[in-house]
């Protein structure tokens, strides 16, 4: 049996898709979409297509009358799209062999070819221009007959197209150039939107994301947050970081033996330490900074988490509800779940601490999923989720059980997805976890972004190690 080796978003990639890439082989369809589909989600901007190899397959052998083109259409988004890069085959039937691919690029009613290996692929390259035409018109995009001056026949064969020195690169060829012109287009639209001082009506946002996941030692605040500082000192405001996490209670340490001890490091919202640091980081990088810390509000400690404005300002204060048995020594519960509105982002954001993510009290039944139904409820568009996670198997080093627990316990936001009846495209699920051992408890590490549309890991820590995690995530924005 194959053996599977990633799950991409919607591509499986197995041991031999892989092994193409390292030896003199022709890259199959898999191979290809993989790169396609990695592009999509790191480089490209939401109004470029890059489309599947077996999508291009079904267009040009399975389409056969116009609700079938609607219906393509439209699950291509074809109407929102600027550039759309097309690999080009050159086998002549659904299943057939295939020995040279190409790339066909589509943008203002025009169509070019590039093709390594001087034309080779120049008759099947009009054919799916012909198909896709066809499509076109099926989205509205132009009335057929070269009514916006499309047309197939005039397919311009680019003469200057790099070309190939063997007879097995032509897929590499074709993975450089989408890549080129995914990063080309983003160029001219940021170039045209920093001339215009305004959006272009790409509906469409890249979050640049930066998760600190390291090993705090218990009570040492100063000393931790010198660590932290070091760790981030490579970031700057050019990065366009959007929001850099920390983990519960980040800078104190967890298992403290007493409340007294707690209470030591205990803060008032907005004044302490914890949110100087914040707020200077915030202000350095312009971005939001959340970071878990104990606070104190007259006699009572919370287990909260400090939300902080690329201002500088105290913007959100969650409390964590569902206590676990660390915590029951000092802290008071939440009243609630908290979710808001980040205005600048203009993105909903659930934040959740911990034992918030777990039945209530591990009582409450499994499949009350009372964290991730609240998410649902609140149409969120970001889960932030600050913890200090442990178990028992401190000889593990997989993160994959932890992160798929995660995602088990936002099974109403997956469903809910999957089912087309959530109000939002998607939702990232952003987790900052600490590692390290304190009083003989274990961390986990395995901070992450899930995707939970498909649901998909989009990137994640390991077990063991100190990472500044840097992500970028993909939102396609709202209709």
């Known amino acids: ?24 082989e022709w890259l199959n369809d898999n191979a290809i979409n993989f790169y396609l589909q990695y592009l999509t989600q790191t480089v490209a901007l939401c109004n470029v297509l890059l489309m599947d190899p077996a999508v291009v397959s079904c267009l040009l052998h399975q389409c056969e009358d116009e609700d079938e083109y609607q219906d393509l259409a439209a699950g291509l988004d074809l109407t929102s799209r600027q550039l759309c890069i097309i690999p080009v085959t050159d086998n002549d039937a659904l299943g057939g062999d295939s020995s040279h691919w190409s790339l066909l690029l589509y943008s203002d009613g025009k169509f070019q070819h590039f093709d390594s290996s001087s034309g080779h692929n120049k008759h099947r390259a009009r054919r799916v221009a012909e198909s896709f035409e066809l499509l076109l018109q099926a989205a509205g995009k132009h009335d057929g007959d070269g009514a916006t001056g499309i047309n197939t026949r005039l397919v311009e064969e680019v003469q200057d197209a790099p070309q190939q020195q063997n007879g097995y690169d032509c897929g ?3 993975l450089v ?19 215009g001082g305004r959006r272009t009506n790409c509906n469409c946002f890249k979050y640049h994301i930066a ?11 100063e000393r931790n947050m010198e660590h932290v500082d070091k760790m981030v000192a490579s970031l700057c405001e050019e990065d366009k970081i959007d929001v850099l996490m920390l983990s519960e209670m980040a800078f104190t340490g967890y298992v403290f033996k007493s ?7 205990a803060e008032v919202a907005g004044q302490g330490k914890t949110f100087h640091w914040c707020q200077r980081q915030a202000r350095r990088l312009r971005c939001m900074v959340t970071c878990g810390y104990v606070e104190k509000e007259s006699e009572l400690l919370y287990n909260s988490m400090l939300v902080v404005s690329p201002d500088g300002e105290l913007v959100c204060n ?98 809910a997805l999957g089912k087309g009846e959530f109000a939002k495209p998607n939702c990232h699920f952003l987790c900052s976890n600490r590692i390290g051992t304190e009083n003989g ?34 939102d396609a924005g709202e209709e």
């Open 211 to 221: 998760i600190v996941q390291y090993d705090p030692q218990l009570g040492q605040v």
């Open 1 to 24: 049996m194959a053996r599977q080796v990633l799950n991409y978003h919607d591509v499986q990639l197995y041991e031999s898709d892989v092994a193409l890439f390292a030896g003199r």
């Open 177 to 195: 150039l989408a890549e080129y012109f995914c990063h080309q287009h983003a160029d001219a639209q940021a170039h045209r939107e920093a001339e």
């Open 441 to 474: 408890t274990f961390f986990v590490g395995a901070s992450c972004v899930l995707s939970l549309k498909e649901p998909a890991v989009v990137a994640h820590a390991g077990r063991r190690t100190e990472e500044l995690l840097r992500v970028e995530i993909f």
């Open 318 to 415: 969650p409390r964590k509800t569902f206590l676990y048995e660390t915590d029951k020594s000092w802290a008071t519960a939440g009243d609630g779940f908290r979710t808001w509105h980040c205005p600048w982002l203009d993105k909903t954001i659930s934040f959740g601490i911990c034992m918030d993510i777990n039945p209530d009290d591990f009582k409450a039944p499994f499949s009350a999923y009372e964290f991730g139904t609240h998410v649902v409820e609140n149409k969120s568009d970001l889960v932030l989720f600050a913890c200090a996670w442990n178990d028992f198997e401190d000889h593990d080093i997989e993160s994959y059980p932890t992160l798929s627990y995660w995602a088990q316990r936002l099974s109403p936001v997956i469903d």
């Open 259 to 265: 409340k007294a001890d707690v209470a030591q490091v």
């Open 172 to 174: 590499m060829y074709v």
